[in-house]
């Protein structure tokens, strides 16, 4: 079922003049930069879900806060759907554009306001990109925890409205946890301030509803981020194993033993051989599966640790342990897992990365029924894995010349999303929702559950103009979208009409 | 100790659907070892006791589920007999706390700054709403973004958004070595120490000054935690300290004056405050006993960019610092949103929500 906007399942949007809506732009806002020929709207038309296009009405690139308050007061007034997009790195469509509705492009924002190394907190535009804080908190000796593989690009206001995660979550959380303050404007174009300088601030936490919303409920202006002192050293494992079950095992062993790893990750053989051609990163290519896991923080209890893990491994069955020797073999190790991505883009014209999370335990099963999936639908699927917090990224091969074969790949990627629901998991660790996701959405709440999400969203935003059809899917889609999938015979959703 | 097991979840859902269809409003409460917080609320009591027990706990996963009307310290033995705990160490304040009021209260101990606090542990929630539904939001994972986050939310909503019926947390190993000690330098110096040792990996996990000495406990490796003792000096504290700190049992809490809590920003210098004062959280958490009102106290707060708390039932109308018009807007509609009747410990926060 498709996944772009489609006005008979998602709801009808306002209709816009688009030359009445510039030229009252135009005349308010003069100094706004503002795209509106199609051949400046089409670098626009996607996010870093690339194979989903729309081309937005209009493009705006403000510079100062007061336009983005004066371009929400009037959208509020006419009307108009407000899409909201940071660097524009988002896997999940986020920031897909409507047709109807304007782009509100964020990246010029990129200020870094204030790094206070005593208080240890930066303050920035929403534009800033992620890695960006961390360089500007160096020279203190501090950093900004999460860490997506984006972060080179993405943006902190992306990274606010995403819930972003990254390798390091176990230990050191994801944006949420990471965040003292955000600014925002709301639809009607108010500014309010969430969260504090403070640890806490009075009232609901809605701070916490705020990030990972997608978009949907306000539009973020400036981020107050947490820094923290730079681990003094870092070291990495390498652990081999002849099965995946006895890695997934050895991670549970590590937990048990009373260590949080900075990073815990796992590789399939697939994915092996393929980083391993790629980046010769010294990755054992006949073992099924292996294990990265690097520990940091003050140098003698990394070294403890480090035994410790290496001996916990070991009575896992790993067939090898290898502890990077310098920080050279440290940076190659991980060099293989980082590019494993475009390690697979190597081996396939085109992959497809997913994002589900499931309890540990039940990695073995979950791998198993990938593996028959991937069978069934005729497509390989290679597997990364954050295994410390339990999320993860199934790449599935394909190429989208050959007719079908991108559907396929999208079916076969649900049905992956289905299984981690139904063993307790969640359809999206830290890609978030987007329209990517927003079938699978049925899948993981009921109908009441989704009642309760669109109240909230119109607790904020009563007319639905920011980000219309994102994040929560309307009982009609999952009626449409219910029709594939009935679960224990029951058909979902039996008071809508069907179309 | 064994925990005791007890679905009741039915029976809550009888009594919220009940007070619906009555139009009624409910007070809902565990043990009431945090009632005195906040505005007293009117309403028919919801017990949530009987809905007791831990559904889930796997060590190795990191997470814990469990039904709000558990006993908090039955919660924390289970915890703890697999090596585990509750990093933000939430305040019980009176035998029989429960998992639920800890969720409501959102309080957490010592060792907040460092670990996170008690909204930073909760991975997913069952709630019945206002539209009398049980729901889940969240899960069992550690990364979940599908959906809005209303189980991070029920933090610190002090009941007025649902009833909360189980919640899922995050849980981590204990530290493998503890150790706590006494420093006498005043409260300026230790500030100031406290921000250069903040900006260093030193394993900090609890630091307070009461006026006289500066408090500390480091948690970590064999390695780290010798350094950093060595390194800091100062003489043997016993670690009873930071459990009396929490429970607000030391001498400081004995004053009969009003007590305040001044939330402030990281790095706030030493305050003259109307009163006498004891420092937590490195300094982000100052315990006031004043006389003085609740304009003079918040005006202090406020100006170096924190809030103020009353802890003392009956001492202000209005405990929790009130809210700027377009947040207090967001609240209503948000409390609407959750609970359109209204039902769900009125006033409890804010009269108006």
Request: with cysteine; glycine share 10%.
């Amino acid at each position: 079922m498709n996944i772009l906007y489609d006005e008979r399942v998602d709801g009808a949007l306002p209709k816009v003049d688009k030359a009445a809506l510039l030229a009252e732009l135009q005349a308010q806002l003069p100094d706004l930069d503002i795209l509106h020929r199609s051949e400046d709207l089409k670098p626009y038309e996607c996010d870093g879900l690339s194979a989903y296009r729309t081309t937005p009405l209009l493009v705006v690139l403000p510079e100062r806060i007061e336009q983005v308050e004066t371009l929400l007061k009037l959208c509020h007034q006419r009307g108009v759907p407000v899409v909201a997009r940071g660097a524009g790195t988002g896997l999940s469509g986020g920031a897909l554009p409507l047709e109807q509705g304007i782009l509100l492009v964020m990246a010029r924002f990129n200020k870094i306001l204030e790094v206070d190394p005593a208080g240890r907190f930066a303050r920035v535009q929403p534009g800033v990109r992620n890695l960006a804080i961390s360089q500007a908190a160096a020279p203190y000796e501090l950093y900004y925890a999460p860490d997506p593989s984006s972060q080179i690009a993405c943006s902190i206001g992306g990274n606010v409205a995403e819930n972003a995660g990254g390798v390091h979550c176990l230990k050191y959380g994801l944006t949420v946890h990471n965040l003292l303050k955000v600014d925002i404007l709301t639809v009607e174009g108010e500014r309010m301030t969430l969260g504090s300088d403070a640890l806490d601030s009075p009232g609901f936490d809605l701070l916490a509803l705020f990030t990972g919303s997608e978009g949907m409920l306000g539009i973020v202006t400036e981020v107050t981020v947490k820094l923290l002192p730079k681990p003094q050293v870092a070291k990495v494992l390498l652990a081999a194993f002849d099965s995946v079950e006895k890695a997934g095992r050895a991670v549970g062993d590590i937990i048990a033993a009373g260590i949080i790893p900075g990073g815990l990750e796992m590789m399939d053989n697939l994915s092996i051989r393929a980083a391993e051609d790629f980046i010769h990163a010294g990755y054992p290519v006949d073992a099924e599966a292996i294990l990265l896991c690097e520990l940091d923080g003050v140098e003698t209890d990394v070294h403890d640790d480090c035994a410790r893990v290496s001996e916990v491994l070991k009575l896992a069955g790993a067939t090898e342990v290898r502890l990077a020797k310098d920080e050279a073999e440290r940076v190659r190790f991980w060099a293989g897992r980082k590019n494993a991505f475009p390690a697979v883009g190597r081996i396939s014209p085109d992959y497809y990365c997913m994002d589900g999370t499931i309890p540990r335990r039940e990695l073995p099963g979950v791998l198993k029924g990938i593996s028959d999936l991937s069978e069934q639908f005729g497509l390989r699927v290679a597997n990364v894995f954050h295994a410390g917090d339990g999320n993860m990224h199934p790449l599935i091969l394909f190429d989208a010349n050959q007719p079908g074969e991108l559907e396929r790949a999208e079916d076969l990627g649900g049905k992956i999303l289905e299984l981690c629901v139904r063993v307790g998991g969640s359809i999206t660790g830290e890609h978030g929702v987007g329209r990517e996701k927003i079938n699978q959405m049925c899948s993981q709440f009921n109908a009441d559950e989704l009642t309760l999400f669109h109240a909230v969203k119109a607790a904020f935003d009563p007319s639905g103009l920011l980000n219309p059809g994102k994040n929560i899917p309307t009982l009609h889609r999952c009626a449409e979208f219910g029709r594939m999938h009935i679960h224990n015979g029951q058909l979902p959703f039996p008071e809508l009409e069907r179309f | 100790m064994s925990v005791i097991a007890n679905d009741a979840s039915a029976q809550l859902l009888d009594q919220v659907n009940q007070a619906l269809a009555a139009n009624t409003p409910l007070r809902i409460q565990g043990s009431g070892s945090k009632s005195f917080l906040g505005r007293q609320a009117d309403g028919v009591l919801l017990d949530t006791r009987e809905h007791r027990g831990l559904v889930t706990y796997d060590p190795t996963e990191l997470v814990v589920t469990v039904r709000a009307g558990t006993p908090l310290t039955e919660l924390e033995a289970a915890l703890d007999a697999a090596g585990q705990m509750l990093p933000c160490e939430p305040p019980h304040f009176a035998e029989g706390a429960t998992v639920g009021g800890m969720i409501a209260a959102g309080l957490s101990g010592p060792r907040r700054p460092w670990s996170g606090s008690v909204r930073d542990f909760v991975l997913g929630s069952r709630v019945i709403t206002g539209q009398g539904k049980h729901l889940r939001f969240g899960g069992e994972v550690m990364k979940n973004v599908a959906g809005y986050d209303l189980s991070r939310l029920m933090a610190g909503s002090f009941g007025c958004l649902g009833v909360l019926t189980e919640v899922s947390l995050k849980v981590l190993p204990k530290p493998r070595l503890c150790t706590s000690l006494r420093l006498e330098i005043d409260l300026e110096r230790a500030l100031l120490k406290l921000a250069e040792w903040g900006q260093q990996p030193i394993p900090i996990s609890a630091a307070s000054h009461d006026g006289q000495a500066l408090h500390l406990r480091l948690e970590g490796g064999e390695g780290s935690v010798g350094a950093a003792r060595e390194r800091i000096g100062g003489d043997d504290l016993d670690p009873g300290y930071w459990n009396d700190l929490r429970e607000q049992r030391l001498a400081f809490f004995a004053d009969p004056r009003p007590l305040w809590r001044l939330s402030l920003p990281n790095n706030t210098p030493a305050l003259g405050l109307p009163g006498d004062q004891l420092v937590d959280w490195a300094g982000a958490q100052r315990w006031l006993k004043s006389d003085a009102d609740a304009v003079t106290i918040r005006g202090i707060a406020v100006e170096v960019g924190g809030h103020a708390t009353c802890f003392t039932a009956g001492a202000t109308s209005n405990p929790i610092q009130p809210l700027s018009a377009p947040l207090l807007r967001y609240h209503r509609q948000l409390k609407a949103a959750l609970d359109p009747q209204g039902i769900f410990n009125p006033g409890r926060m804010y009269s108006e929500v």
